[in-house]
């Protein structure tokens, strides 16, 4: 947690309860199916933060990043940034407090408007700033995310995919929001650009005291960028702690067997056995009890039968049967 | 330890793009070499042109592709295509680009057998589909053999591509990014899955990935592609204990490594991007992005060795990384 930065009254993203069921139609006669992409995650951000969130293809990230923005009305909870109520805004005070940062910048970028004009554009949309402002905004944020002015006057398929990225970045902080929602960011990218990118976003933060969602599945840049991490399984949040204390000591059996599929470049380690088996998590089909217990290896009588609850750490929680054992088997403390 | 796949001086070339300049290396039985560079750079060029499988309208030259002492330059289409699938086999990132969606899995992977093998009974080669999905970590293989590709997920094809690749006992895979677009976790579960292979069947591996971490990993020998030529070629431990190329350096010091950058410093990167070749471009392609850039670097490039088995292309002189902190 930063709390160096001035001690905000409100966390920067508050949601509560939050959830949101698709129902996805498999014909004409068969009835809907129900996908719980997102299931019952509370937590707050701390202004200044990076909380970063990750978890396996179809867990629920994007989704998550999709309701906080705005983006997707939830099924039940709700979502507050810098303390205000999302659902209670307008479009337009919405997009001054938060912003996104998706993974495909060519597909986020109108192809038929310059650079230029494509970072305006939430300032046009504003409706009321002027336009010589407008012009300047546009050029100083083209200058701080390191485009010349020169690519400003291109179109996005004549830049490449990390300056695309820089458009992206740019049209997203032009309004000087609260937070930014970065989905995936650098997954396209090439390791090279992608650090260009990571130290942008890094000094941008720095400079313009902002707050980070941060998605994405490489558990490595999010062990670099993150001060808090989440994880998620099959639509919750199975346990969220301080980035440090969550990759020393990683407590969910989950996190732990994510961390050990994580291949750092140290030659002669070898690929570890995650010991996950073979069994594929679906949305549509959530296991009963710990929704995690066909595939993990400390699973026991209890898991199938009773759903874990959110057990507080010393800097988050965990969702585990486990962590109740391990609390039984302390004496009580304060 | 023998070569299985010697190619010497590749190039291919698409109209005004040279997508490989000249490329060289040897991959032995039993042994995984990596091929390894951002996107680009040639990796999947190169494997096309050992496989014999370049779109139409390339243009393929080289000094040599030997596979298993035969020189695959002068063969006709219809002896690749005998080889291809039997003795050499290829698996893609994408598994639909190698998997038919209107057949079930047993169907495509009885009659790869049977194709390259006439005379297998039907019940022989569904015998040894089923023996190899089990061997790939498929359980219930009897029930996926009357599937179709769509009702697998991402990671169970890419393990049904692998078997398939499996059927004939090749003695050479070539794998290109078999699990970039899977979760950490069902990654960590392919490469397992490709090492114990090649140990008990004695296979040799193309890999090409893009992921250092990998390299690292799984590889015995790794060249480093940049802009359709090898710029540094080593064993494993010695690229990574002492890498020489300014790329090489640069492309390890954009990874984050946990508990070697800390958070609050910026992560080592490389200005620019993977620039486009034309024919006839001379000197070194990574000028342009390199802090050691000198006017002989225009030039001829020179292939410098640095210890057994270990070269790099480059006009610095062998030692100049010793005297450089190794990359953060
Ligand atoms: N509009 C939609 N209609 C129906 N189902 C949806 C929709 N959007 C998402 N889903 C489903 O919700 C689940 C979670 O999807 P989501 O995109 O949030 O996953 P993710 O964690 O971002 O995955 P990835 O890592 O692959 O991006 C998936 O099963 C997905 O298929
Ligand atoms: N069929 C094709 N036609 C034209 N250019 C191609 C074709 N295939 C690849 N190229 C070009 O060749 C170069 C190397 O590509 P590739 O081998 O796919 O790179 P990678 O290292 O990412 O696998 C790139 O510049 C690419 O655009
Ligand atoms: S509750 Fe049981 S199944 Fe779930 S993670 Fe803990 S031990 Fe494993
Ligand atoms: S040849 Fe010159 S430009 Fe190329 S990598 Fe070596 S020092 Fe850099
Ligand atoms: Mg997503
Ligand atoms: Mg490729």
Known sequence: MNVAAAPAAHPAIEVRDLRRVFRVRQGLFAPPREVVAVDGVSFRVPAGSVLGVVGESGCGKSTLARLILGLLPPTAGEVLVDGRRLAEMDRRARARLIQPVFQDPFASLNPRRRVRDIVAMPLVAQGDIPREEIGRRVAEMLDRVGLSREQGDRFPAQLSGGQRQRVAIARALVLRPRVVVCDEPTSALDVSVQAQILNLLAELRRDLGLTYLFISHNLAV?????????????????????????????????????????????????VPDVGLGDVMPDPANIPPGCRFHPRCPLAFARCPVEAPIPIATATGIVECHLEDRAAAAQPAAA | MSALLEVAGLQVRFGEVAAVRGASLTVNRGETHCLVGE?????????????????????????????????????????????????????????MTSLNPSYTIGSQMTEVLRRHRPGTTRARAVDRAVELLGRVGITAPGMRLGQYPHQLSGGLRQRVMIAMA???EPELLIADEPTTALDVTVQAQILRLLAELQRDLGLAILLITHDLGIVARVAHRVSVMYAGEVVESAPTAALFAAPCHPYTRGLLSCVPVPGKVRRDQPLGSIPGVVPRIPPGFAGCAFRDRCAHARAECASNVPRRAVGPGHEFLCTLAPDWACAEPVPA
């Open chain 1, 222 to 270: 999010v062990e670099h960028v993150a001060t808090e991490v989440a994880v998620m399984y099959l639509g919750r949040i199975v346990e969220r702690a301080e980035a440090e204390a969550l990759f020393a000591a990683p407590r969910h059996p989950y996190t732990r067997a994510l961390l050990a599929s994580v291949l750092t470049p140290e030659p002669g380690l070898g």
């Open chain 2, 166 to 168: 499996l059927m004939c």
């Open chain 2, 39 to 95: 996107s680009g750079c040639g990796k999947s060029v190169t494997a096309l042109a050992v496989m014999g499988l370049l779109a139409r309208g390339a243009k393929r030259e080289a000094e040599r592709i030997v596979f298993a002492g035969q020189d695959l330059r002068g063969l006709s289409d219809r002896a690749m295509s005998r080889l291809r699938g039997d003795r050499m086999a290829m698996i893609f990132q994408e598994p």
